[in-house]
């Protein structure tokens, strides 16, 4: 199964750069009066991929990249991404996430509308829990995430916004670690968790950067009165730095540390791994109320429109930041290519083969952080 999936990923990344010259002719320039101009660039792709869990499924995905009316070519491009999926096992995924800019960069909107009827892993809490105790169950769930952000100071913006899931677990295995361990929300539940966020962000490109820094507090407060089944907190911190070298190599690192309140329920607990953090190990592999995570990767010009990078990446799930060392590191490390579809803009598709606990393998796009 692990060879089909392997070649299935590798299928679709041919599919997609195969399918991106046929559809730059979806692009759009409309120009307005005076010097505004509205410049509106679509990518949509079809994409396979075959896994244990689903069996065959197939969708598209795409990349709108736009600037507002009224915006300098000189102003951050706007995105939306869109994906959309169905398994022969019956599971669907439809998300579209998006980060959309005003006035010059001084306003950001960022969030997510999305509806998946799927399937997650649980190995357990913390960090001693066990590949062999792997658990699969099923979950239909809305999401819907907002957030505003302003910023009166220079590259400093603060906001706040709320996201919203109905975490449905539909089937759970009765002898199970899930069943066995109940842990808080293992029945699932409503989750409306209000935001709170401050960053500051001077990087030259958001979708690939190669110079500046971003680095941003993000905090999370869901409360039982208001729309929610239950009432915990949660915090984290995301430093991105990247440094410029010579021939178009770029340096980038990052440090995320997130921590949960006693009271979380498993399903919102900080983990890994994900298409940007702990790239390697089986999705939510390490669940915990502390997850502290430090990457670099090295990207490099490879050819035209081809790039690549190599990454490694370190995990920590203590109990407490006191007791770090004792609680990592959990390494995992990879390579990739990319395909950039937009030279100007910078927008890319990127596929990721990275080891941890297995090989895994990651299909999306732009890049990691």
């Not at 009066?33 to 969708?59: M, R």
């Not at 109905?166 to 361990?181: H, K, Q, R, V, W």
């Amino acid at each position: 199964m692990q060879q089909k999936k392997i070649i299935s990923i590798i299928f679709t990344f041919i599919l997609l750069i195969t399918f991106v010259g046929q559809v730059k002719s979806q692009s759009v320039n409309v120009d307005t009066v005076a010097s505004d101009s509205t410049s509106i660039k679509n990518t949509i792709l079809p994409f396979i991929f075959v896994l244990p869990e689903t069996g065959f499924a197939f969708g598209i995905t795409g990349i709108t990249t736009f600037r507002l009316k009224g915006e300098s070519q000189t102003s951050r491009p706007s995105q939306v991404i869109y994906s959309a999926a169905y398994t022969l096992k019956n599971q669907v995924l439809f998300y579209i996430p998006f980060e959309i800019y005003k006035y010059e960069n001084k306003i950001r909107y960022k969030g997510e509308i999305g509806f998946y009827k799927y399937f997650y892993n649980f190995y357990g809490i913390g960090n001693n829990s066990r590949l062999d105790d792997l658990e699969n169950y099923d979950v239909t769930f809305p999401r819907v995430d907002f957030n505003y952000s302003r910023s009166d100071i220079d590259n400093l913006f603060f906001g706040g916004g709320f996201k919203y899931d109905y975490f449905n677990i539909t089937n759970i295995d009765s002898a199970g670690i899930l069943m066995t361990t109940q842990p808080i929300g293992f029945e699932g539940g409503h989750k409306l968790n209000l935001l709170l966020n401050a960053f500051y962000d001077n990087r030259n490109n958001v979708f690939s950067t190669s110079k500046g820094l971003y680095a941003e507090f993000r905090y999370e407060r869901s409360l039982d009165f208001l729309w929610s089944d239950f009432d915990y907190w949660k915090y984290n911190f995301d430093v991105r730095y990247f440094i410029p070298l010579k021939d178009d190599f770029v340096i980038a690192s990052q440090l995320f540390f997130a921590h949960a309140s006693a009271s979380t329920p498993f399903f919102d607990l900080p983990y890994v791994s994900t298409p940007a953090i702990g790239r390697g190990y089986s999705d939510r592999r390490f669940i915990n109320y502390n997850i502290l995570n430090l990457q670099t990767e090295l990207r490099f010009p490879i050819s035209g429109r081809f790039k690549g990078a190599t990454f490694v990446s370190s995990t920590y799930l203590p109990d407490t930041l006191s007791k770090l060392s004792k609680f990592g590191p959990n390494w995992s490390y990879g390579l990739g290519i990319r395909y950039e579809v937009d030279k100007i803009e910078k927008t890319r598709f990127r596929l990721d083969f990275a080891f941890g606990d297995t090989f895994n393998f990651y299909l999306t796009a732009n890049e990691a952080f």
